[in-house]
């Protein structure tokens, strides 16, 4: 097989991602000749139709599906590496890259940050002996932040799920628990009492006018919840507002504006808002650590010791390590 240009690959991923050729090389560019012209070297050298093409835009073919996954992997990795490089040219340290919903994130991060100062590896203000290494956050939605991970793009991240049975993880990554947070239903004192169940539930059929707040994520574990326990009450909820910062979600209810489900951690202290606890039996929210599996492939002779994948290996461990530890109080 010819060699690979990674021009071929970000061709398609951009057809891909943009429906058309021309879409695609206003997004790189590019012109459309030369968009044309490596994806046509890039389907010569894999020997297959990668994009079909039809009057109302090109899209991937089967295998070309294949080859767009493959190749956000391939591109995203190309771009880590020259993050990572430009890294050890200036500090001479490997990167952590860790990813985490900002709600967990706000709450982990600076205390990640404060243990790992303690470990020679991770301290700025005094030169060490072997390589250092750099803390490289993203805080992000769940869903991208599941597909950079799948991308190679990020070492772990931090996210939440209310699935005991995590269907969502693919194949390529693994999940370990972390802590659980129980979840509350969040009203307005004006709504007047919710009555509660002998299960100690609230009667969800008693929100039937509200209207409620939940994330920009179209697939937040919470709104899952909620949505199921609507349901169940016989009714959809009414989504009126859109948002990420619990904070803003909680001025919401005080105001009157919406009701919400709101996880432990981020608990109102508002006189305007009843805060109804859900069972633990019956809803949670779980904080997992997430990260990509590691395969090993069959031996090729001797291992070659290569001091930066060894660093960057040792240093993963140590931010796992204290991630555990300074999420261990809420356990």
């Known amino acids: ?34 968009v044309n012209h490596h ?33 956000v992997e391939i591109l995203g990795l190309c771009d880590r590496l020259g993050d990572e490089v ?21 709450r982990v991060i600076p205390k990640l940050h404060h243990e790992l100062q ?11 002996q072997g ?55 969040c009203v307005p004192t004006s709504v007047g009492p919710v009555p509660i169940g002998t299960d100690g539930m609230p009667d969800f059929a008693a929100l039937v006018p509200q209207t409620w707040a939940f994330s920009i ?6 709104d899952e919840v909620i949505r199921a326990f609507c349901l169940a009450a016989g009714f959809e909820p009414r989504v009126g507002m859109r948002m990420d910062d619990y904070a803003a979600i909680n001025r919401m209810i005080a105001a009157g504006l919406a009701i919400a489900v709101i996880p432990e951690s981020s608990l109102p202290a508002d006189e305007g808002i009843e805060i109804l606890p859900l069972p633990l039996s019956a809803a949670r929210r779980d904080v997992l650590v997430v990260s990509r599996a590691r395969v090993q492939g069959p031996s090729r002779g001797p291992a070659r ?25 809420w356990r």
């Open 131 to 185: 390589l250092g290494a750099a803390l490289d956050v993203t805080m992000d939605e769940h869903a991208k932040l599941v597909a950079r991970l799948e991308a190679g793009d990020l070492d772990l991240a931090l996210l939440v799920s209310t699935d005991v049975d995590k269907v969502w993880i693919p194949p390529a990554l693994t999940a370990d628990h972390l802590y659980s947070e129980q979840l509350f239903l």
């Open 217 to 222: 994520d179209p697939g937040d574990a919470i």
């Open 86 to 106: 430009a890294l050890w040219r200036d500090t001479q340290a490997v990167p952590v890259k860790i990813g985490a919903v900002p709600t967990v994130g706000a």
């Open 39 to 71: 994806l046509g070297n890039l389907e010569r050298a894999l020997g297959a139709t990668l994009i079909e093409r039809t009057p109302r835009g090109s899209h991937p073919t089967t295998v070309g599906s294949l080859v767009v996954t493959r190749a």
């Open 1 to 34: 097989m010819e060699v690979l240009d990674t021009r071929g690959l970000m061709a398609l991923r951009a057809i891909a991602d943009a429906g058309s050729v021309a879409s695609a090389a206003t997004r790189l560019g590019w012109s459309q000749p030369t």
């Open 305 to 329: 010791h290569d001091p930066i994948v060894a660093a960057h290996g040792a240093a993963l461990a140590e931010v796992i390590a204290d991630v555990r530890t300074v999420t261990a109080v």
């Open 118 to 128: 303690k470990r020679p590896r991770w301290q700025t203000d005094e030169s060490t």
